[in-house]
């Protein structure tokens, strides 16, 4: 039992970092662009299936397929927010809008990792050595552990350089107050397009660390990344780095501890229970800094 | 040197600061045409079954026609957009098959009892109406996806469990079709009257702006409650219909977001906020899907993807909603 | 003084050439307007609501682009510079709303200040040292939430972040508006300082009294139109012009 206990709280943590790193990326566009990026899962699970073709299909490590995925993620986003953010911004809703369309984007995505790769689900197979580690009586897949150790390395890189360097603090700033950066002398757009792509980067390189951790997925897992995301950031206050990694540490907690003692539909249930709470008594979210204007 | 300079002030005074476009008067005659088209269309709609060999095909339309409506109602008045749409949908969907499947009760019954637990349902999920933008849509999303995991987790003899209910009692299909056709229209119609009434109008000032309708006198809390109901209630109905039509439902299919999303893509391609928009983007949509689905099933999808991105970035306001814009005269036909 | 010197007839900086512009279609905000702002001299802008008066501010800083017209800076035309460029071109800006970024300290708004020199460490590090010393009472907040300041100290540390890349002219609009009037004169004591420094001000304030006291030319403007100009002293004196002010505060209820 206690050993069931750590099992679940060694894979809360994991899956918590990771829910961090999704939501981070997301928050960082819906809080500087008030973008609501409904195509973020399908980005993400556009890496997972880089690690696919790196992996499984070319038989290289999981870790080659990281810059392969940021890379090519960075590209597509940027090609796509030059043709549509400008013209998105300019909505009379931009929220609205931008959440049209990217479901349309996150259908185009889908559908075309289906002309791809099939219904079928796939995973990422690779041998490490070795296979796992025992610690604590517990038996840790390596793929886990890195996994865990890249997101470990990269959320403080990606804390960094959003509370340590200018352009951190600028795309900060643009939750706060969007005019004010235009006048201190920020080119706005410059800085959506650089942070739409960074976030797309990034999406990529968790759907590559998911891929270790999660056994399977389908050109359809996109949206349940999307909603995992939205929840992750609404729960820990949207446009908040930090909300993000609390939001996703408490949504992993919740679903592994409720699996633990009731049972796996009730874990997916917990999260969101959870949410509904939160936000019922902070509209705000956790680290939320007011309510959000619709 | 303290001269000081006056200008003669211009003889033209008018006035030089922001002013809203004044409301354009709708024409009687434009709402008596409207009116029998909807009738034409219905007269056409029941006329169905005598013809064509299947109605599934009419039977979606209008189910589509009705779902878009409704989430306009909502989404398009008070611009609060209902990503948890679903929840009713499939509420009353699974009330309906539970009624008959369970209870044995006749088709009406099961459709009273959906309409009741649509209502229901949108009084307990009245609070999230505090929340704005994503954070409503978030938590809305969110609700539905707890919703259909109690009723997977709800013993097999009450709801089913993760497998759904098969519903073998007889419901007589050409009659569901019938009250679907009924429903859309209703939906439609009640889209009309807030369109053409003083009442109405004021609503739709909620919309664009909140602290506008204060000061103009909308009560905006209970104005969004109605339509939320309403919005709701249409919903469940529209899934008891499916459920009874289609005689087997299970939490995946039933709680689908893709009937939320459908319904919000429709309904924006049309025009929110606009009475025949959702009408118009449901029937171009539902023919587009037809047509595209039977030929090439991957492409459907995109091809879907790609009309939603294309819309929203070439006519932000949709099909009606931008003709209007760049026709302001055409306020007093289309509406 | 060195700035002073310079001060000559001639010192025009900025000036709006038959400048006209609309938000939408062909209802215009500004008509024909024709303004001359000098470097060393806070230019008051005065008149009732809806006259116009900051949107002359927002015309000059391209947040709204003249259907017809010129403005020109320093010699140069501003027409197609875009916004986030003013700065760089030496416009500063301390718009009515508040500009800064609550959740952010003290010292990261002013380093966001510094953003067209951000890849200068050592000077972005100089000019905010030097603009903590120009205003003291922003100094033990330095590593403090501005949102934790008081309105004034807010509305000090906005100026102190349009100071920090050295303007050649600043724009103020309502600067006294949000603020408890315990600090409204010490704001306006500012900007008659920032004017001997040689900066050229441009002040659009309701408050047409503590207005034409700190300035030293004035415009109205009605409906999007220049209806006087003349130096502050005339309008100090001219029993005319007060009624003629005081005419139009009863329109606007001001």
Redesign the interface.
Same mark, same amino acid.
């Given at each position: 039992m206690t050993s069931l206990m750590t099992g679940a709280i060694v894979n809360a943590i994991a899956l918590g970092i990771l829910y961090g790193l999704l939501g981070l990326s997301l928050t960082i566009v819906?809080g500087a662009m008030r973008i609501?990026n409904l195509a973020h899962g399908e980005m993400v699970l556009a890496g997972s299936y880089v690690a696919y073709v790196v992996t499984t299909q070319l038989g290289y490590s999981p870790l080659a397929a990281i810059p392969v995925a940021f890379i090519l993620l960075f590209l597509l986003a940027f090609a796509l927010f030059a043709v549509?953010g400008r013209? #998105?911004q300019a909505?009379?809703?931009p929220?609205?809008?931008s959440?049209?369309?990217?479901?349309?984007?996150?259908?185009?995505v889908?559908?075309?990792l #289906?002309?791809l790769f099939d219904a079928d689900a796939r995973s990422v197979i690779f041998q490490f050595q070795p296979l796992s580690y025992r610690v604590l009586g517990l038996v840790i897949p390596k793929a886990r552990v890195v996994a865990v150790g890249v997101a470990m390395v990269l959320v403080p890189a990606l804390f960094l350089f959003l509370y340590r360097t200018?352009s951190g603090?600028?795309l900060?700033?643009a939750v706060?107050?969007r005019?004010?950066?235009?006048? =201190?002398? =920020?080119? =706005?757009e410059r800085l959506s397009l650089v942070a739409f792509s960074v976030s797309a980067g990034i999406a990529g390189v968790t759907g590559v660390l998911l891929a270790l951790v999660f056994p399977a997925f389908t050109p359809f897992s996109g949206?349940d990344y999307t909603?995992t995301g939205?929840?992750v950031i609404?729960l820990g206050g949207?446009g908040s780095p930090l909300g993000a990694l609390l939001g996703g540490m408490i949504f992993a907690f919740s679903e592994q501890l409720t699996t633990l003692w009731i049972g796996q539909?009730?874990g997916?249930?917990a999260g969101?229970?959870i949410?509904?709470l939160v =936000?019922?008594i902070r509209?705000a979210g956790l680290i939320g800094?007011a309510?959000?204007?619709? | 040197m303290s001269m000081v300079m006056q200008s003669a002030p211009s003889a033209e005074t008018a006035p030089s600061v922001r002013q809203r476009a004044p409301l354009f008067r709708l024409h009687r005659a434009s709402v008596w045409i409207w009116c029998l088209t909807l009738a034409g269309i219905s007269l056409i709609a029941v006329s169905i079954p005598a013809v064509s060999a299947g109605v599934s095909f009419w039977f979606y339309l209008f189910q589509w026609i009705a779902l878009a409506s409704a989430l306009n109602l909502m989404a398009g008045m008070t611009g609060y957009v209902p990503f948890g749409f679903a929840a009713f949908f499939g509420i009353g969907a699974y009330a309906a098959a539970v009624l008959s499947q369970f209870h044995h009760a006749p088709t009406w019954a099961a459709l009273v009892g959906a309409t009741a637990a649509g209502a229901l349902l949108a009084v307990l999920f009245a609070p999230t109406l505090r929340l704005r933008g994503v954070f409503f849509s978030v938590v809305s999303l969110s609700l539905a996806i707890v919703l259909r995991s109690v009723i997977v987790l709800l013993p097999e003899d009450v709801a089913g469990g993760s497998s759904g209910i098969t519903i073998t009692g007889r419901h007589d299909p050409i009659r569901l079709y019938y009250l679907m056709v009924a429903v859309s229209m209703g939906a439609v119609a009640i889209a009309t009257a807030i369109s053409v009434t003083p009442h109405g109008l004021r609503l739709k000032a909620i919309g664009d702006d909140l602290d506008a309708a204060q000061i103009i006198g909308v009560n905006a809390k209970g104005l969004r409650l109605a339509m939320w109901m309403l919005s709701g209630t249409i919903a469940a109905v529209c899934g008891a219909l499916e459920g009874l039509y289609s005689s087997a439902i299970d939490p995946a299919a039933a709680f689908n977001i893709l009937i939320s999303t459908k319904a919000i893509i429709y309904a924006a391609l049309g025009g929110l906020g606009t009475v025949m928009g959702p009408v118009v983007g449901a029937v171009l949509m539902t023919i587009t899907d037809e047509l595209i689905w039977t030929r090439f099933p991957i492409a459907n999808l995109f091809i879907l993807g790609l009309i939603v991105s294309a819309t929203v970035l070439f006519f932000p306001r949709g099909i009606v909603g931008s003709l209007l814009q760049r026709h302001p005269r055409f306020r007093r036909w289309f509406f | 003084m060195n700035a002073l010197a310079q001060i000559g007839p001639d010192s025009t900086l900025i000036s709006f050439r038959n400048v006209y512009a609309a938000y939408f279609g062909d209802i215009h905000v500004l008509k024909n307007l024709t303004l001359s702002f000098r470097s060393g001299e806070v230019t008051g802008i005065i008149g009732p609501n809806g006259a116009g008066k900051s949107t002359v501010l927002k015309t000059l800083l391209g947040f709204l682009k003249p259907s017809a017209g010129d403005i020109v800076f320093d010699g140069r035309s501003l027409l197609g510079t875009p916004s986030h460029d003013m700065v760089h071109v030496g416009v500063g800006y301390v718009p009515q709303n508040s500009s800064l970024f609550l959740d952010l300290s003290v010292e990261d708004n002013l380093i966001l200040g510094c953003w067209p020199v951000r890849r200068d460490g050592a000077r972005v590090r100089r000019a905010i040292d030097r603009v903590l010393g120009d205003f003291p009472m922003l100094a033990p907040f330095r590593h403090g939430r501005a949102g934790e300041l008081s309105g004034g100290q807010r509305r000090f540390l906005e100026i102190a972040r349009a100071l920090l890349i050295e303007p050649k002219a600043l724009l103020f609009d309502e600067p006294t508006a949000m603020i408890a009037p315990k600090y409204a004169s010490e704001v306006y004591d500012h900007i008659a300082r920032l004017a001997r420094q040689g900066i050229a001000v441009i002040l659009v304030d309701q408050n047409v009294r503590p207005c034409i006291q700190v300035s030293d030319y004035v415009y109205i403007l009605e409906l999007g139109q220049k209806t006087m100009e003349g130096d502050a002293d005339a309008f100090r004196s001219d029993e005319r012009i007060r009624a003629e002010i005081g005419r139009w505060l009863e329109v606007s209820g001001g």
């Open positions: 819906y609501a549509a013209r #998105l909505a009379r809703d929220e609205m809008a959440f049209l369309f990217f479901y349309g984007v996150s259908l185009m889908a559908s075309g #289906l002309f200018t603090k600028a900060r700033a706060m107050n005019d004010a950066l235009r006048i =201190v002398g =920020v080119d =706005v949206l909603i939205f929840v609404v949207l539909s009730a997916v249930l969101f229970l949410l509904v =936000v019922a509209p800094q309510e959000w204007k619709s | - | -």
